[in-house]
């Protein structure tokens, strides 16, 4: 699942650094395909995961998004598994030459070799979530997310939960793209808390996204410092932040996916990704021609929401699930955001 996360909070980064120039690699994979649905006589959809689906919630998601397409088209479905470079671009291949409707793959490990195949194929189509290749084609459409709304509303539980007024995150990186995930944080904790107290820190170092050592010795700077609640926007370091927080009684936010199991009264809630909301809306898109576009999915959209705000948040092990004060103040925040009466901004915005 942290593997999942490190590649999702990287995605905005990879995405705007991604080059045309993809550099294949002819090495023998290991076949990691996994089993395909029965199904009707309808479209065929391919799913390509960059990991082993196994426990991982993110891409479980995406594998019930095409499944639940395949059931709505009476169509057939299969997945491939990849575990590493070389069995992703052979599953990608497989995938191809089997032509099925649609190709759907998770990751922005896909862009370049997506660009590449879809030169050849201009008839196959190509949906990948989470990312998208740098140039356009006709056969290739993309699924985003706005992870910032997420973020903000997260900020304003924060800001309402806060005892002491401070309200902090735990970035991988001093960009924009992945500031996304904190200074929404602390733009909604002031939403409802204007004289709330912000703070960033930034993971950094020679290995951002897998440094859970780090990331819990930047946590315990800010809670030295009096912040009671922290945004874990660390990717596998967020296991650090949460036992940083939960030595000090303080309090801390995941991100993608439900993460308050992992930590329960400690984990107040989650900032989720719907993959499964994309994978199948994408799908539709496709099958109704309007390809070759750019999606972005929030709160409007349900691509992008609270464990909160969901269905089963009594049964979460969130801490949230025992403040429906909040939570209903929260739900408003939300519902001005998807009539457009409230724009969250975008620090990865150009």
Not at 9 to 27: D, G, R, S
Not at 56 to 61: A, G, I, R, S
Not at 91 to 103: L, S
Not at 162 to 176: E, F, N, W, Y
Request: proline share 3%.
């Amino acid at each position: 699942m942290f593997r999942r996360n490190r590649r999702t909070l990287q995605v905005a980064a990879a995405t705007a650094l991604l080059v045309t120039a993809a550099t294949a690699c002819n090495a023998a994979a290991k076949n990691d395909a996994a089993g395909s649905a029965s199904g009707g006589s309808g479209p065929s959809f391919t799913l390509v995961t960059p990991d082993s689906v196994g426990q991982n919630e993110f891409l479980k998601l995406a594998v019930t998004g095409v499944q639940d397409a395949a059931k709505q088209h009476d169509g057939t479905q299969k997945v491939y598994e990849s575990t590493d470079t070389a069995s992703q671009q052979q599953n990608v291949q497989a995938a191809v030459d089997a032509k099925p409707d649609v190709i759907v793959l998770v990751g922005f490990e896909f862009a370049d070799l997506v660009a590449q195949q879809a030169r050849k194929n201009p008839e196959q189509q190509f949906l990948i979530i989470d990312a998208c290749t740098t140039k356009s084609f006709k056969n290739v459409s993309c699924a985003v997310f706005r992870e910032h709304e997420g973020v903000y509303l997260a900020g304003a539980e924060a800001g309402l939960l806060s005892k002491s007024g401070k309200v902090g995150a735990v970035d991988v990186l001093d960009t924009p793209q992945f500031r996304r995930y904190s200074d929404p944080f602390a733009a909604g904790a002031k939403e409802v808390a204007p004289k709330t107290a912000t703070g960033t820190r930034f993971v950094g170092g020679q290995s951002p996204f897998d440094d859970s050592a780090r990331a819990k010795e930047q946590a315990n700077t800010l809670l030295s410092q009096g912040y009671d609640q922290l945004m874990a926007a660390a990717a596998a370091g967020n296991y650090g932040v949460f036992e940083a927080a939960k030595a000090k009684g303080a309090f801390a936010y995941g991100v993608d996916v439900n993460q308050c199991p992992s930590a329960p009264g400690t984990v107040v809630d989650n900032v989720v990704k719907r993959t499964d909301v994309a994978v199948e809306k994408g799908i539709e898109s496709v099958l109704a021609g309007k390809t070759g576009a750019t999606v972005s999915y929030g709160l409007k959209e349900g691509g992008i929401s609270l464990t909160g705000l969901e269905a089963g948040v009594d049964s979460s092990k969130c801490v949230i699930a025992d403040h429906k004060d909040v939570l209903a103040k929260v739900k408003a925040l939300r519902d001005q955001i998807v009539a457009g009466k409230l724009t969250v901004d975008d620090p990865a915005a150009s």
